[in-house]
Structure formats: structure tokens, C-alpha cells
């Protein structure tokens, strides 16, 4: 995903959820836990697509300590 690429992400992110949610997963995205996301608060993670509250739920208490 280019620089520019990610910016828009942000920006659409940031109309439809939280900021909190949008650096959550940009952390994720960062550190190579998730593979991609949309802008519209889906995420890919272990190549399925999932709602990013849908993976906070699931993964809150594990080694991601998210």
C-alpha cells in the first residue's frame, strides 16, 4: 500500500469510526499483525476479512495485546 494510498484510507476511516479504532489499526497494520484494511473498518488477518470490533473482540486477551 503506497504513502498516498494509506492517507485517503485515513481520511475515509476517519469519517466512519473512531480515532482510536483508525490508530488501532494502523498499530496493527504497523506491526504486521493484520496484512491490509479497508475504509470502511474491515481488516484481513490470517487471510480472512473480518470487522475490526469483530477482531478486538476475539483477540483482546492474547498475544497481540490489543
Known sequence: ???MSMKQIR???MCT???STVD???K???KKIISDYSDDGWILFKN???PVEIFKERYQ???YNV
Do not use: R, V
Open 1 to 3: 500500500m503506497n504513502q
Open 11 to 13: 481520511s475515509t476511516l
Open 17 to 19: 469510526l473512531d480515532m
Open 24 to 26: 488501532f489499526i494502523e
Open 28 to 30: 496493527m497494520f504497523d
Open 48 to 50: 480472512e476479512w473480518i
Open 61 to 63: 486477551k492474547n498475544e
